[in-house]
């Protein structure tokens, strides 16, 4: 029989996983002179966790550096070593190694060898510098130097870094037939730590050999040279316990140590209690303190059981099912329930437009039916969204850290303040938050909080806040990544603009100056900082939002600080939509984006070169796009007095959609289009209406950036 | 009628590996996830052999034993420490709470079989 470890992988990578992110967390947050000595001790244990299931399922990688890291954190929350800054930033650098080894071991990616031996070394001379009371034992020509003897009995309290060693070897006959020169030889052993004969030749026996299991904080060649006096040339054979040298420590306790001060066990019977039986001595791995009774082997361990614990034990209800109160499921299940709710939602719609019409009283427990599966449909579907809702600590938790390691790049100093953590949202907009939002933070940190002299000469604390707060407002959630720093400098952006060639009156107001920073290639940086400043960031990080189906904006107000506003939709796979008809066609507008809608009269329509492109709003012209002419449809409505505009508005800038009529507002099932055919331009993907028909999804940041291309054009 | 065993790690791979191993060599397998989940469960049902991890949160291997032994049902039940830390000191606070032996972890599952059967048969 044997077993295949690789399918507990899964569940290891996971917890991990979230053993590492634990680690971070803690870390990061750690009070360096008063360090909370619960938070040390799950440090401690999230990185022994590690160390114990990476060695189980064989990575040896991630095991030897968690490994490090444990007896350095053992010692620190032990209080024999004082927690430091460089302790820290040590093991959050082996934390993101591990990470990479991780992800390395699941087929993402790895880690870079000279990186990972270079913290493997930080963490060792971390461990062997300073204050540490133990010893470090390694294995160098200085520690073959003949040490004196020691003078405490054959010492174990040492054998955390002590190794073991299988001995083995044929004395020469002389020794052999003197036992006081074995007896001498040892002594001599013993003094160099545990001896443990294993096995010594019977008087007569054909087999010479002597078997010895000795711990030792020596090398194995200062053993040898106690041997060689003693032992045929040739015949000693030392071998660490347990495989390899790394690892060599841990799997290294497969002898029995004569142990003092044994408690007698109840069960080990009456003789020999003192002493200690090991019943494995010939095992490297496991050992018992008493030798399993042959009586725990054939009696039922019920049978020694008083009455009336059999009585409790029946009295308390045996807790049914696993302790967890989670489960994990591949997020791929979870998106196929999704998909198939999505269906059941379009198949009750389509139940319900072919019951429109029909006889109430006749069908009345048809339609009582309808209506009860429409409550429950929609339950369901509230229900299944949110087993893919996450909460958005699952980015924010990155940021102390990304905080934390700019600071002391940047000799800036900040706190971090975190609200709404809890706020949930879909797990995919978690996902592909989390660069544009770690963006926002480093460029507060960056460009926003200024240096503590800057701060202290302004009148300000030097210590600059940085705010991340996320909130849902009536269906979408909203992030706002706030800083106390020194603002946006109008002159300076508009400046910068300038000299990129962007168009930059000095009559743009403050709120257009702001939306200039999202500009590709904009950086008002001074100097191109290793951090945020290299002009690629900000286009991205509104580029990225945008895709999302949200939008950022900006408020700011010289020397008193910064506010980006991040907001999205709640999820992406269901989305409130305005449907719209053009001619015989019905199109599907994301109802985010869509600020009014209005019929325009025939003074608002201004022409260009004779042909109507703009309508005038409230003093503003808005650039129209006639969806019937954008999509080719034929039988669409022409004439602007007759139908409807639809006005827009994304990252500020709006557009008006010219349709025939609005027909009503509903939440729609997005279908990928992708998924079956390629992207099409304008789409963002097809739902399916209530009577069975295909609409589209128009891609509104498209049309959108369209539309400001027709008005340049036209301007 | 097959040995019920409480497998107390509070690592989940760990605990499904172990109860995947044990259960495979027929045995019956309780899971906890630290020493107080197991203390619970122990008390609720009696088991033939425990397994316990060392270092847990809430209540540790130690800990757990000690509180074991000190109930009449579990005073004779063997009680194996699956433990990284097998320094002397370790087992020393081992055998003092009250253990019946140890063994190390990272381990070959058919070895975890094979002690097992050792204890348990």
Known sequence: MSIDMSQFYQVFFDEAAEHLGQIENLLVSIDLRHPDEEELNAVF???HSIKGSAATFGFSDMADITHVMESLLDEVRKGTRALSADM??????????LTAQLAGHRGEGGADPAHTSAIVTRLEQLLKAGNSPAP???????????????????????????????????????VASQPELLDNMLDELGRLGGVEIVSRPAVDSDDPQWCLKITSMMPADMLRDVLD?????????ISPVGGEPPAGEETAYGFFDPLPDVLPQAAAGGEEAARVECVAVEDEVYGFFTEPSPAVESRPVEAEVSPESVAVAEAVVPAKGGGDTSIRVGV??????INLVGELVITQAML????????PVLYERLLAGIDQLQRNTRDLQETVMSVRMLPISMVFSRFPRVVRDLSRKLDKRVELKLLGEHTELDKGLVERLADPLTHLVRNSLDHGIETPEKRRAAGKPETGIITVSASHQSGNIVIEVGDDGAGLDRARILAKAR???????????????????????????????????????????????????GRVDVQSILSVGTRFTVRLPLTLAILDGMSVRVG?????LPLGHVAESLQPTADMIHSISGVPRLIRLRGRYVPVIELHREFGVADGCADWTRGIMVVIDVDGSQAALFVDELLGQHQVVIKSLEANFRRIKGFSGATILGDGRVAMILDLPALASRARRLQSVAA | MSKNILAIDDSASIRQMVNFTLKSAGYHVVDAVDGRDGLERAKSQQFDLVLTDQNMPRMDGLALIRALREMPAYQRTPILMLTTESSDEMKLQGRAAGATGWMVKPFDPLKLIEVVRKVIG
């Not at chain 1, 319900?352 to 006889?359: E, K, L, P, R, T």
């Open chain 1, 352 to 359: 319900v437009a072919s019951a429109q019409g029909i006889d």
């Open chain 1, 499 to 549: 000299e990129k060639g962007l168009s930059a009156p000095d009559s743009l107001s403050d709120a257009d100056v702001w939306m200039l920073i999202f500009e590709a290639g904009f950086s008002t940086a001074d100097v191109v900082t290793e951090v945020s400043g290299r002009g690629v960031g900000m286009d991205v990080v509104r580029r990225n939002i945008s895709a999302m189906g």
């Open chain 1, 332 to 337: 791929e299940k979870v998106d196929q329930m």
């Open chain 1, 88 to 97: 820290v930033d040590a093991c959050l650098a082996a934390r993101d190694i």
């Open chain 1, 45 to 47: 244990r999230a990185a």
């Open chain 1, 136 to 174: 470090v034992v390694e294995p160098s020509p200085a520690a073959a130097t003949p040490a004196p003897p020691v003078a405490a009995p054959p010492a174990l309290s040492s054998a955390l870094t002590a190794g073991v060693f299988d001995v083995r070897f044929v004395p020469e006959p002389h």
């Open chain 1, 584 to 588: 015989g066609e019905t199109y599907i």
């Open chain 1, 229 to 237: 006096f003693m032992a045929e040339p040739g015949s000693v054979d």
